[in-house]
């Protein structure tokens, strides 16, 4: 019989075809379908007259058709289907994207269910690519999130199928399923998807998100344990006074702290797992290098990993300098030396003449060997993954491992999610830190800020213009990179230097551009989020962000940090047209807190969780259902009796706990697979 773990191709109704779409989606065996959980429900005792219906909220409409479908081909590959229907309270217009099968199914004067958004129109209410169905469901029904070859109908039709396959072990214990009050598996997979009633739907849900953050958790649990054991390269003798002389400024006592915190975790005999964290100019750079040069200074090599090419080199030239004359000894190693450059390097490095290696990826070849690794450190870990990390720090014995993140994510989330390390804080800046000043404006400022920007120039100073990154989205008037260098060149700055930076460009082009921007060849550069890492042009000013409404404010303290690195005094103007009050005060909070760690907690409190944690900045998985905001209780009692666990079995090896195990097997390959 189908069970858990058979591959979706044998799920009864899914061929080759579909099993592949399905892949892309993550979806691989009848397991991981049953786990891609609706992103939504339409509950049909909940149905809303259009005119009384919240815009841009999904609501649940039944409607009676109107007119015929009309058909407008906006430009190849694009058709519109339009329609309007109508209830008892007014009418609205429908509009779908390509779907010809579900516009040709659409009957004049048929009554049909439709969910999505409602938009307010000048002349009519609009709704965009919604779900419609057959007017006769009842209950409470699953939304998914489809595509245009997979509609959420056909996930819905599966997923009943796959209920019917054997589900599997429980990878919750009975007895803390007992213990805080939780339904089995079988409820809870059953009631996910196809809920009974609201409250069996809550019930699932509620033990569906202690399971996510059960089993990440235990997952951390056993991965720190396991390193906790074992032993690390001994760094007994301490040199930070030594190194201290070698500054030309005194570290801050948060440093310096820090340094303590890694000294102290190198000299304990076990190998060290810290995570640095840090804003953004707090000094994390002088952090690794004292601990680099106590490596040294004992006897042992240093790997210095970042994740840009220009980045590695800023690096390298902040340490040789700071090491000239003290018998540390520094190398560079990217991709773009000659094939002998990087032959010597590797030879200094594998014979022990290199104390400190600086790199990029190039560090994790195959064919780079150390003399003896004791110390592997990782500058913006969020551009690395995990197994990355591992691979850098098993290229010595017992390597003492130290991440560096300038992500400043809430205190009590951070414990969590580097479950896997310790964690040292610099909360504190360097003295005479430039303060920035930030302004909001609206995009009717553009001919000033040009203005403001040639004057800077004018006195030879440097600026930023950042867009935001755009998907093929005809209906967002929102300005590209490209298009808007263009315009720039050719008009308002024809005669500058200006430069252009975003992400579909190789690596070594835009190393090129970054390159041009540090020496000052160019005057003016247009990018997208891509300069958000650690770069430093003391020279540039001015920090211009367009659709700052787009960004996540974390993500604009980021960019902001690109400037005020230098003695001139530093602007970042934010241009919105959005009329949102949410916008508005999200921007105010950019505006009023120079202070990345407090930013990071109004982000998570504005924008909603979902937004905050997505898209793997943490090197973690995704989390399916559990949100770690809004879910913090949950979290909180999860990681309760995961300690409860571990005491009573510290590998989790007895029988009861095997689907456990099995669960964290399975999210950990996925992780480093
Ligand atoms: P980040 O934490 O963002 O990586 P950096 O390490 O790049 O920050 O440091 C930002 C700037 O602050 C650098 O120019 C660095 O030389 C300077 N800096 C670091 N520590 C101190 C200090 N204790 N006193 C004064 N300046 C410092
Ligand atoms: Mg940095």
Do not use: W
Request: charged share 25%; with cysteine.
């Amino acid at each position: 019989m189908a069970s858990n773990n058979t591959d979706i191709r044998y799920l009864k109704g899914v061929g080759e075809k579909r099993a592949e779409i399905l892949k892309s989606k993550g979806i691989d065996t009848i397991g991981t379908l049953l786990r891609f959980y609706p992103r939504d429900y339409i509950d049909y005792s909940d149905i809303t007259p259009i005119y009384d219906c919240f815009f841009n909220m999904n609501v649940c409409i039944k409607a009676r058709v109107t007119s015929y479908v009309s058909e407008d081909k906006k430009r190849p590959g694009m058709v519109l289907y339009s329609f309007t229907a109508e209830d008892s309270s007014g009418s609205m217009q429908v509009v779908l994207f390509n779907q010809k099968y579900l516009a040709n199914k659409i009957n004049f004067g048929s009554e049909y269910l439709f969910y999505g958004k409602l938009e307010g129109g000048y002349y009519m209410r609009t709704m965009k690519s919604p779900e419609i169905f057959e007017v006769g469901y009842s209950g409470i029904h699953p939304i998914y999130k489809a595509s245009a070859k997979m509609s959420s109908k056909n996930i819905e039709k599966l997923t009943k199928t796959a209920l019917s396959c054997s589900l599997g072990d429980d990878p919750i214990p009975q007895s803390v399923r007992d213990k805080n009050g939780l339904c089995d598996l079988a409820f809870a997979l059953e009631n996910i998807h196809f809920p009974r009633t609201k409250e069996s739907l809550a019930r699932a849900k509620r033990r569906l998100v202690f399971e996510e953050l059960f089993i990440l958790q235990t997952g951390l649990a056993l991965l720190k344990n396991k390193k906790r054991t074992l032993s690390g390269s001994v760094i007994k003798r301490d040199f930070k006074a030594e190194f201290e002389g070698l500054l030309s400024f005194p570290l801050t006592s948060a440093q310096s702290r820090v340094i303590d915190e890694c000294f102290a975790d190198m000299a304990s005999g076990r190998v060290m797992n810290r995570l640095i964290q840090g804003d953004v100019g707090s000094g994390k750079t002088a952090v690794a290098a004292a601990v680099c040069y106590i490596t040294a200074k004992n006897g042992y090599q240093s790997a210095f990993m970042a994740p840009t090419e220009i980045l590695a080199e800023q690096h390298f030239a902040t340490l040789s300098a700071l090491f000239e004359g003290s018998g540390v000894k520094c190398g560079l190693l990217t991709g773009s030396l000659t094939a002998k450059q990087k032959r010597e390097i590797k030879e200094d490095l594998s014979q022990g003449r290199i104390d400190i290696i600086v790199g990029t990826h190039a560090l994790l070849t195959d064919n780079v060997e150390f003399n003896s690794l004791g110390l592997a450190v990782t500058d913006e870990q969020h551009r690395f993954g995990v197994a990355q990390r591992a691979k850098l720090a098993a290229k010595g014995k017992n390597t003492h491992t130290l991440v560096m993140s300038a992500t400043p994510i809430p205190r009590t989330l951070a414990l969590i999610i580097h479950g896997d390390l310790d964690i040292s804080i610099i909360d504190e800046y360097p003295k005479g830190r430039q303060s920035i000043d930030t302004y909001c404006v609206d995009s009717s400022y553009h001919k000033r800020i040009y203005n403001f920007i040639k004057k800077h120039i004018a006195e030879g100073r440097q600026a930023y213009i950042v867009c935001p990154l755009v998907e093929e989205n005809e209906e967002l008037d929102i300005k590209s990179a490209n298009e808007y260098f263009d315009e720039l060149s050719k008009g308002e700055f024809k005669g500058y230097s200006l430069g252009l930076l975003h992400g579909k460009m190789s690596g070594k082009e835009k190393d090129a551009v970054m390159r041009r921007f540090k020496d000052d060849e160019i005057q003016l550069l247009i990018a997208t989020t891509v300069i958000e890492v650690g770069i430093d042009v003391p020279n540039a000013v001015l920090m211009v962000i367009e659709n700052a409404d787009r960004f996540g404010l974390s993500q604009l303290h980021q960019l902001r940090g690109r400037i005020g690195r230098g003695k001139h005094k530093s602007s970042c103007i934010l241009i919105s047209d959005s009329k949102s009050e949410e916008t508005a005060k999200r921007l105010n909070v950019i505006k009023a807190s120079n202070d990345g760690f407090n930013i990071a907690d109004e982000d998570l409190k504005l924008r909603g969780p979902g937004d905050f944690l997505g898209n793997r900045q943490h090197g973690l998985p995704d989390l399916k259902i559990a949100d770690f905001a809004s879910d913090m209780e949950t979290l909180r009692l999860a990681g309760a009796e995961v300690r409860a666990l571990l005491i009573d079995d510290r590998n989790l090896e007895s029988k009861d706990n095997r689907p456990l195990r099995e669960a964290i097997e399975e999210l950990y390959q996925k992780l480093n697979g």
